[in-house]
C-alpha cells in the first residue's frame, strides 16, 4: 500500500465546521455531540476527501473498489475497441457528467469565507436572539458577497449591487442575514421582482450583455417603474463598483422585528460598516480590471484572509418603534426607503471577522443556501410585501438548486443547534433516523420530540386588519424624495460620477424614447443631474415625468453626510493595500529596497515590476528580483505607484510605451504616486506635475529630488491612506 504525501491537513473530517476564532480553534467536536451529528460525522469520516485524511491512501471508485489503472481505458488488445464493462471509466465519466449544478439565478457569482460574529454587550431589552445575549458572545457565521446580474463565472468588477449574507449559526439554530451593499432595492413588491431580473439579465434573443445593466431591457423596465429611482441612484454611484469585498457596507435592507423574552418588539435595520472604510473603483479602471482580472474581488477577499488581513464589519442597529415609524413621511415597509441615519441613529452592538477561506469552493461557497425565512427567536419579520416573497422564493429555489428538501444536511447549512424534527426522507437524506416514531403526538417514542412553548419561537402577534386587497399604502407612491436626499448628500465628484454612471449606461440604450423618458424621470431627482446626463447624451432636457405623487410630504431631512462614500474613511492605514515598483536595469536598489520594506511593514503588498521576470540590475544597493511584468500586470490593479530612482534604469522605463500608460493610468484614477529621484522626468513626460491646476500641491503625487527617502515614504504611505485623491479629478472637471 502507498502512503500519501500530506500537504498540511489537520486531519479533520467535516472541514466547514472547524471554527477559527481569534486564533483558537472551536469546533463541533468539543461540543456535545447530539446522535444526529454523530451520524454526520461518521458518515463525513467516511465521505471527505482531502489533506489530511490518514496517511494510506489508495484511488477508489465511489464504492470503495480500489482502482489500479486511473490511465487506461478497458480495451480489448492495445489497438481495439474498449468495452462497455469498463465501470471505473463510465464511473468516472458518469460522476463528471453531473458536477455542476444550476446556478443561481441571481447572485450566482459570489464569493465567501467563514469567521464570526462577536457582541460587544447585551442587547436582552430588545432582542432574545442568541447572538445578542451578552458581551463578548461569539457567534460562528459564513458570509458570502455576490453580483447580482452575471453568470457564475463573469467578471467581479460589474457595475452592480452586491449580495452582503450572513449565515450565523446561533445556538438557537440559524440566522440568514441576507442584505446588499446598497440599502434600498429597485422594487416594493416581489410580486415584481421576476420582472426586473428578467429586465436586467442578458437579453432573451441574443444572451447579451453579460453581468451588465447597460442595455435596453433594463432601461425599459427601469424608466416605466419610477420606484427604481432611488436605488439607481447608488447603483450609479461608485457603490456599484467597490474596490474589494472588504470595503463596502452591507444592509438587511427590510425592516425587521426585534423581540425580547418579554415578547415586546421593536422595528429594526441592519447596517454593516466595514472596518477599512467604504472605498471604490473608478468606471475606467473598473472596466479593464474586468479584462485583467475578473476574479479581482474574489483574489482579493482570498488573499486577504490567507495574508492574515482578516476584514471586519461592525453591526449596527436602527432601533426604532411602531410609533415612531407611523410619524415618519415615508413607510418603513417600502423597501425602496431607507431611514436616514440623522433620524435613527445607527448603535453599534458587535463586530464580524472573516478569518477563514472556505476548503472547498463548491461543497461551500457554492453549496451554501441562505433563506430569508431563517429567522431564529428575537428576529421577526415586519409586513414589508417584498421580504414576504422572499420568505417563500429562497426554500423553494434551493429545492430546485441543490437538488431537494434536504439541502439543510449540507454541511456549510447544517445549523450548529441541534436538529429533531419528524421530518423524513427525501432525495440526498443523509441523517439515519432511529426507531419507528416519525410523527407527532407519540406514546412510543415518550413523546419527543416536545414543541418549545413559548421558549421556541413565537411570532409577533401583531393585529391584522383590513380588507383582502392588491394595492400599495398611500407613501410607497413617492418615488423621488430620497432619490434627492441620497444625489444632493453627495460631494461634487461622487455627483459627476453618478452623472458619469447614467451617461455610460444610457448611452448603451438603442430606443431613443426610452433614454429620454429615463432623463425625465431624472428630472424629477435632480435638474443638475438630469441636465448632466442630458448633455451627455447629445439630447435637449426633457419636461419631468409626471409624478404619481405630486406633493410628497416634507422630508424630515434634506440632506444626510452618512450617505456619502466618504463619510466613512476608514483607519487611514494602508493593509493589504496593493502597491506597484517599477524597474529597469539601471535603477537604484537602495532606494526601492528602503521603501518596499517600509511599505510592507506598513502591511501593504508591493509588487516590483519590470519588462521580464527573474533579477534586475541596480546600481546600488541589494540585487532586485522583479515579481511581475508589464505584460502579466497592469496598472489598474493597484493602488499606489513608486518609480524608481536611477538614471540609466530611468532612460529604459521612459522609452517603454507600458510605463508611460502605467503612469497616466494611476495619475488618472486619482492614485498616489511617488517618483524617487530621477524618475521626475518620467512624470514631466507624462504631463503630470505637483500641483494641480488651480495652484494647489496635489497631495497624491509626491516627489523625493532633495528630500530623505525615509520622509518621502512616510508621505506616501499617509497619502495611499486616503485610497484615492478625488481633488485631482475635481480640478480636471473644473478646466
Ligand atoms: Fe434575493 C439570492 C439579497 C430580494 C429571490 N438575494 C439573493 C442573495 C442575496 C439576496 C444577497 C444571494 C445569497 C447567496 O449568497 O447565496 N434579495 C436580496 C435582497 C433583496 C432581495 C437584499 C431585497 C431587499 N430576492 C429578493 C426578492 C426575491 C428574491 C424580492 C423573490 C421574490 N434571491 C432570491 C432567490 C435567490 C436570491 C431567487 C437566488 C439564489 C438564492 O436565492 O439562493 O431566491
Known amino acids: 500500500m502507498r502512503h500519501c504525501r500530506q500537504a498540511g491537513g489537520d486531519g479533520r473530517a467535516g472541514g466547514s465546521h472547524r471554527l477559527v476564532i481569534a486564533g483558537i480553534q472551536l469546533g463541533r467536536r468539543a461540543m456535545k455531540p447530539t446522535r444526529k451529528q454523530a451520524d454526520a460525522r461518521a458518515a463525513k469520516g467516511r465521505q471527505d476527501v482531502g489533506e489530511g485524511q ?24 492495445l489497438r481495439g475497441p474498449t468495452l462497455l464493462e469498463d465501470f471505473i471509466l463510465r464511473e468516472k465519466i458518469t460522476h463528471f457528467d453531473h ?11 459570489g464569493s465567501a469565507a467563514h469567521g464570526f460574529f462577536e457582541a460587544y454587550k447585551p442587547m436582552t431589552a430588545f432582542t432574545r436572539a442568541a ?69 436586467v439579465k442578458p437579453e432573451p434573443h441574443n444572451g ?6 447597460a442595455h435596453d431591457t433594463f432601461w425599459d423596465f427601469a424608466s416605466l417603474m419610477p420606484e427604481t429611482s432611488h436605488v439607481l441612484m447608488w447603483v450609479m454611484s461608485d457603490r456599484g463598483i467597490p474596490r474589494s469585498l472588504r470595503m463596502m457596507q452591507g444592509f438587511g435592507v427590510h425592516t425587521f422585528r426585534l423581540v425580547n423574552a418579554q415578547g415586546e418588539s421593536h422595528f429594526v435595520k441592519f447596517h454593516w460598516k466595514p472596518k477599512l ?32 488581513e482578516f476584514p471586519e464589519w461592525e453591526l449596527g442597529l436602527q432601533i426604532f418603534t411602531e410609533a415612531q415609524a407611523e410619524g415618519f413621511s415615508f413607510d418603513v415597509l417600502d423597501a425602496t426607503k431607507l431611514i436616514p441615519e440623522e433620524l435613527v441613529p445607527v448603535t453599534p452592538v458587535g463586530r464580524m471577522v472573516l478569518n477563514r477561506n472556505p476548503d472547498n469552493f463548491f461543497a461551500e461557497t457554492e453549496q451554501v443556501a441562505f433563506c430569508a425565512a431563517h429567522v431564529v427567536p428575537g428576529i421577526d419579520f415586519s409586513n414589508d410585501p417584498l421580504l414576504a416573497g ?24 447544517a445549523p450548529l443547534a441541534p436538529v429533531r424534527n419528524n421530518q423524513r426522507d427525501g432525495l440526498h437524506r443523509h441523517t439515519v433516523a432511529r426507531g419507528r416514531v416519525a410523527y407527532e403526538p407519540n406514546s412510543l417514542g415518550g413523546g419527543c420530540p416536545f414543541e418549545a412553548g413559548t421558549a421556541g ?30 444625489y444632493e448628500s453627495q460631494t461634487a465628484v461622487e455627483k459627476a460620477h453618478i452623472a458619469g454612471g447614467f451617461r455610460f449606461e444610457l448611452s448603451k440604450v438603442t430606443v431613443p424614447a426610452i433614454r429620454e423618458r429615463m432623463v425625465s424621470s431624472l428630472v424629477n431627482v435632480s435638474k443638475e443631474l438630469a441636465g448632466a446626463v442630458a448633455a451627455g447624451l447629445g439630447i435637449a432636457l426633457p419636461a419631468a415625468m409626471p409624478r404619481v405623487q405630486p406633493q410628497p410630504a416634507m422630508p424630515e431631512v434634506t440632506r444626510s453626510p452618512a450617505l456619502s462614500l466618504m463619510a466613512l474613511p476608514g483607519d487611514g492605514g494602508i493593509r493589504s493595500r496593493r502597491v506597484a515598483i517599477l524597474m ?41 528580483e522583479a515579481t511581475a511584468t508589464f505584460e502579466n500586470t497592469s496598472p489598474v490593479l493597484f493602488d499606489g505607484l513608486v518609480l524608481p530612482d536611477g538614471e540609466a534604469g530611468v532612460t529604459l522605463l521612459g522609452q517603454q510605451a507600458e510605463v508611460m500608460d502605467f503612469i497616466s493610468n494611476q495619475y488618472r484614477h486619482g492614485k498616489t504616486i511617488l517618483a524617487l529621484g530621477a524618475s521626475a522626468v518620467l512624470l514631466q513626460r507624462a504631463g503630470i506635475g505637483a500641483v494641480l491646476p488651480k495652484g494647489k500641491p496635489d497631495p497624491g503625487v509626491l516627489m523625493d529630488a532633495k528630500v530623505k527617502v525615509t520622509s518621502v515614504t512616510a508621505a506616501f504611505v499617509s497619502a495611499l491612506g486616503k485610497h484615492r485623491h478625488p481633488e485631482r479629478e475635481a480640478a480636471q472637471t473644473a478646466h
Open 54 to 77: 490518514a496517511a494510506a491512501q489508495t484511488l477508489t471508485t465511489n464504492q470503495g473498489v480500489p482502482v489500479g489503472d486511473n490511465q487506461h481505458s478497458l480495451k480489448a488488445g
Open 99 to 109: 458536477e455542476r449544478i444550476p446556478e443561481r439565478i441571481v447572485h450566482a457569482r
Open 131 to 199: 447572538p445578542f445575549q451578552a458581551a463578548g458572545k461569539i457567534t460562528p457565521v459564513f458570509a458570502r458577497f455576490s453580483t447580482v446580474a452575471g453568470e457564475r463565472g463573469s467578471t467581479d468588477t460589474a457595475r452592480d449591487v452586491r449580495g452582503f449574507a450572513v449565515k450565523f449559526y446561533t445556538d438557537e439554530g440559524n440566522w440568514d442575514l441576507v442584505g446588499n451593499n446598497i440599502p434600498v432595492f429597485f422594487i416594493r413588491d416581489a410580486m415584481k421582482f421576476p420582472d426586473l431580473v428578467h429586465a
Open 208 to 213: 447579451m450583455p453579460q453581468a451588465a445593466s
Open 277 to 308: 472604510g467604504t472605498h471604490s473603483l473608478v468606471w475606467d479602471e473598473a472596466v479593464k480590471i474586468s479584462g485583467v482580472d475578473s476574479d479581482f474581488h474574489r483574489r482579493d477577499l482570498w488573499d486577504a484572509i490567507e495574508a492574515g
Open 390 to 413: 422572499r420568505i417563500h422564493s429562497y426554500i423553494d429555489t434551493q429545492i430546485s438548486r441543490l437538488g431537494g428538501a434536504n439541502f439543510h444536511e449540507i454541511p456549510v447549512n
Open 457 to 486: 419561537f413565537v411570532s409577533f402577534p401583531q393585529a391584522v386588519e383590513g380588507d383582502k386587497v392588491r394595492g400599495k399604502p398611500e407613501k410607497f407612491a413617492d418615488h423621488y424624495t430620497q432619490a434627492t436626499l441620497f
Open 584 to 624: 529597469a536595469d539601471g535603477v537604484a536598489g537602495e532606494s526601492i529596497s528602503a521603501v518596499q520594506a517600509a511599505l510592507q511593514a506598513a502591511g501593504a503588498t508591493v509588487q516590483l515590476i519590470a519588462a521580464r521576470l527573474g533579477p534586475v540590475t541596480s546600481v546600488s544597493g541589494p540585487a532586485l
